[in-house]
């Protein structure tokens, strides 16, 4: 196969909001950028994120970054490293006052400034209350700043290759990392994108359970292209189900609901949230929200004729608030649920969204395996792990990330290129071929598997032995269904062998980057014997020893997953922030 | 709620690497009673027939991938309940731009025109410490043009952006340069008025309204157009 070869000082793989918040630093730094994108840069999922960023601006009651580093490294259930905590919520209302500028069209106070929502978690004075920290544009805040970060990249000329899909990362002998390789969709055709900086924004990959919040291109590509690439996968037993999906659909339904005054009712129409988080009720954090949506329906609590689901109440609501305020979730219930939120309760089910494990990086965006930074090579956003968001993510933090690490990976990136010397090293042909020989293989494999079909035994996998709550043996059974999952996707077989447009070939190459993303979660879930955060099992419940089964002696750490041997591997939490005192281990009650 | 059905659909097919010429394909897919909206029915279709291709990601309404022509309409399959569907259903690629493959189309154009607008804030003030103040009121301005999904139901349901695909603007692009113009928060009205003062770009418009009815957001590019005809009105008298 010919294979054309280009040359970049920065190459930048998702057009989110994390790569395109990178790619203004490097576009507006001068420097010669590529980014690459399955889809046109505004369908990137960042779309539909919808209740806000959060930054400690203060515009309606008084607020302090240090607050928010405290609810982030609680909302983590202190597997968030600290430092990297300390320098996102101290970077984040310039950030947001940054994209402010860029015009993003966020709702407003009637002096002027910024409106700021209350979201679960987010609380004043460590803790104590909650407070107004999400800033929002209505119920479309990603849409509004995804289409901004966008806007701003056309103003900075960004080199934009929209529906091009990366194949994988080429490295060096010694390691460090020279570009990626990539297909264009229209043609078929390969090309070399080498840098001397490549970035991968990748975003999440949602996509490996039967029900999700995630679009369909959330296939987690980078997170599949680091591990073939040797590179190990951080946290990834630690997902995070929101609490309010549409029941059968899936469809999100942001916290946002909630902040404004929504109630979550089970069949009695009791607001049993205060039975669980007297304090924080029903904005409490999200995985403590969902443990007990699912606790209320196994109790036979659940409404609807399969009593499958719980109600979220919004008809107490002045209606013009929703109209205003939440236009887009009144649009999302009449169109999926059926029910027009004014009138009558939406029903919703927790439902797989984040991912909150990922590439390992530090807080500079540079990617590091234990302390050690692989030259070249930086992640940010979802596809990232920083930690930030350690084993349970805040609300509205997911914005934040990928404006403050879209920022500082960029920022390291044009540090990186310019102290670089001109000349570049040469790719090994044998990681060319290694990408090749996936996309030959498609072209070839007869009697194989069908992509449909082995993705959903997939999801269905990972939905029944790796959800909200998880079993003991339901975990080491799925190890093994997922390995068996795996080695269909070796043989998987498409019918249609087309060079333009092939969706199937598209789609049996992100089957290739999901399995690898699940088996990294399967794995990792097994193995880690304690609960904490999103990661919930039987064999380790609340005792007084270790309250809500947190086992800090053995498991105050982050996992790494790697492909090869699909060995484990474990490295320490940062608890020492850059500034500030440590936040010291608490048990976790909201 | 819909029980398990068939469903008939004809299909606009065409690819290029093996058809010599399009072709409409008759198909029909089993749907079950959690089956709703036609891109379900899409991705069941694509499970059958794997070289069925089409473009779709956020399954809700927010990224605008899948816009096709639907029994003569253009929509968003996601969006689109099977059920309010007379079959059988024809499905074809939007109108008036070239096809890739199947019910993909080459947006090269349409995106162009949206550029040509500088879909970007420009403000020459020093950026300030904090955020620009914007009243709740002139924030309100910008409702109902930020929405745009970009998704080319509005634009490729116009015959006059059909005619001139490459010298007028069109509903979408259009709806954007006001979403500009009426931000208080950018300096360049005038320029953005000069920038669409020519007989083609904006003035094509001759208010069908294709636009308005089709829009999947319930956007209004028409109302958006007269009011940057006003604008300019004013500025000439």
Known sequence: MKVAKRTFDAVIVGAGGAGMRAAIQLSESGLKTAV??????TRSHTVAAQGGVSASLGNSEPDHWHWHMYDTVKGSDWLGDQDAIEFMCKQAPQVVVELEHYGMPFDRLDNGKIYQRPFGGHMSNFGDKPVRRACAAADRTGHAMLHALYQRNVRANTQFFVEWMALDLLRAEDGRVLGVIAMEMETGDITVFQAKATLFATGGAGRIFASSTNAFINTGDGLGMAARAGIPLEDMEFWQFHPTGVAGAGVLITEGVRGEGGILRNSAGERFMERYAPNAKDLASRDVVSRAMVTEINEGRGCGPAKDHVLLDITHLDPNTIMTRLPGIREISI????????????????TCHYQMGGIPTNY?????????????????????????????????????????????????MVDFIKSEPAAVQDIPQEQIDRALARVDRLDTQKDGANVHETRAAMQ????NHCGVFRFKDMLAQGVDKITEVEAAVRQTEIKDKSKVWNTARQEALELDNLIEVAKATMVSANARTESRGAHVRDDAPDTPQHPNGRDDENWLKHTLWYKEGSRLDYKPVKLKPLSVETIALKTRAY | MAA????????YRYDPDKDAAPYMQDISVELEATDH?????????????????????CREGVCGSDAMNINGKNGLACLTDI???????????????????DLIVDMTQFFKQYHSIKPYVVNFDPA?????????????ELNGLYECILCACCSTSCPSFWWNPDKFVGPAGLLAAYRFIADTRDQTTNERLDNLEDPYRLFRCHTIMNCVDVCPKHLNPTKAIGKIKDLMLQRAV
């Open chain 1, 36 to 41: 690459l994108s399955k889809v046109f840069p």
């Open chain 1, 335 to 350: 169109q999926f649920a059926g029910v027009d939120p004014i009138k009558a309760p939406i029903p919703v089910v927790p």
């Open chain 1, 364 to 412: 500079l965006g540079e990617v590091v395996v234990h302390d050690q930074v692989v030259p070249g090579f930086y992640a940010a956003g979802e596809c990232a792990c920083a930690s930030v968001h350690g084993a349970n993510r805040l609300g509205t933090n997911s914005l934040l990330d990928l404006l403050v690490f879209g920022k500082s990976s960029g920022e390291s």
């Open chain 1, 460 to 463: 269905r996998t990972m939905q």
């Open chain 2, 4 to 11: 398990t059905r068939t469903v008939q659909f004809k299909i």
């Open chain 2, 37 to 57: 909206k036609l891109l379900d029915a899409l991705v069941k279709l694509k499970a059958k027939d794997d070289s069925l291709a089409f473009r779709r990601s």
């Open chain 2, 83 to 101: 059920d309010s569907l007379k079959g059988p259903i024809v499905l074809r690629p939007l109108p008036g731009l070239p096809v890739i493959r």
């Open chain 2, 128 to 140: 300030p410490e904090r955020e620009r103040l914007q009243s709740p009121e002139e924030r309100e």
